[in-house]
């Protein structure tokens, strides 16, 4: 290059190396057209826990090599997807992210395709612990009394073991009612995203009165739907996980 000569190129932009721009894309609905334009990083919230809720197609990419970072930011229970189909090529398949999730993608202008240059997990969270659930006495349900409580979270999905005393009004496998709370705070909105089995003691002799465990959308409570067959004093044994929402 002379002396006064200018040096010009269509493939460098401001930003592109440097990473000094970026644009912010919320997710708002399934299919969503994003144009990440000639902007070297995307960063995007979902308002939806369904990755397949959330599924969001790119434009072509503005020159040939452009290299697009993607990362999903926002609250610990969000997802979002790109499908490896249409101008989008993935060696890894479908990319399904959680918070924190990063893909890496370059425009192959010749064969007109986002091509995977990689991709990035957050490692899931992992914790557990002991805590005294709140007991909600229901349906011919007198009391409960936690005994021994305990969960292990893994991601956004939470494992619960608790045992406690219940007593009821009326035997006699009389449908009955009784609650607790979870360990780590849901949104629950469906009955359905809380899961599992309980049983109850019963005096000797005497069948278990097993029981279903649901959740309560209104109140995020894990319910217990069993049918009594003894007004003692017994222990419940419950267990059942649940999303973290």
Do not use: H
């Not at 073991?161 to 007593?167: A, D, E, G, H, T």
């Amino acid at each position: 290059m002379g002396a006064g000569e200018t040096f010009r190129s269509n493939s460098i932009f401001p930003g592109m190396a440097l990473g000094e721009s970026a644009q912010n894309v919320t997710l708002t609905a399934d299919n969503q057209v994003v144009n990440p334009g000639r902007l070297p990083f995307l960063r995007l919230t979902s308002d939806s826990a369904t990755s397949t809720a959330r599924t969001f197609v790119l434009t072509s990419g503005s020159v040939d090599g452009q290299v697009l970072s993607i990362v999903l930011v926002g609250a610990s229970s969000k997802a979002c997807e790109l499908a490896s189909s249409g101008n989008v090529t993935m060696t890894g398949g479908t990319w399904t992210a959680a918070v924190g999730d990063t893909l890496t993608l370059q425009w192959d202008q010749i064969s007109a395709i986002w091509r995977e240059k990689g991709r990035g997990v957050v490692a899931a969270t992992y914790t557990s612990g002991r805590y005294t659930p709140t007991v909600t006495a229901g349906t011919n349900v007198v009391s409960g009394s936690a005994i021994s409580s305990f969960y292990i979270q893994v991601g956004t999905i939470v494992y619960v073991n608790i045992q406690s005393l219940v007593v009821v009004t009326t035997a006699a496998l009389t449908a009955s009612i009784i609650s607790f709370d979870l360990p780590i705070a849901s949104n629950i909105g469906a009955t359905t995203d809380v899961c599992g089995v309980a049983a109850r003691l019963s005096a000797t002799g005497t069948d278990y009165s097993v029981g279903t465990v649901s959740g309560v959308i209104a109140t995020d409570l894990a319910r217990v739907d069993f049918n009594a067959n003894t007004t003692a004093s017994s222990i419940m044994c419950v267990t059942f996980s649940y999303s973290i929402i």
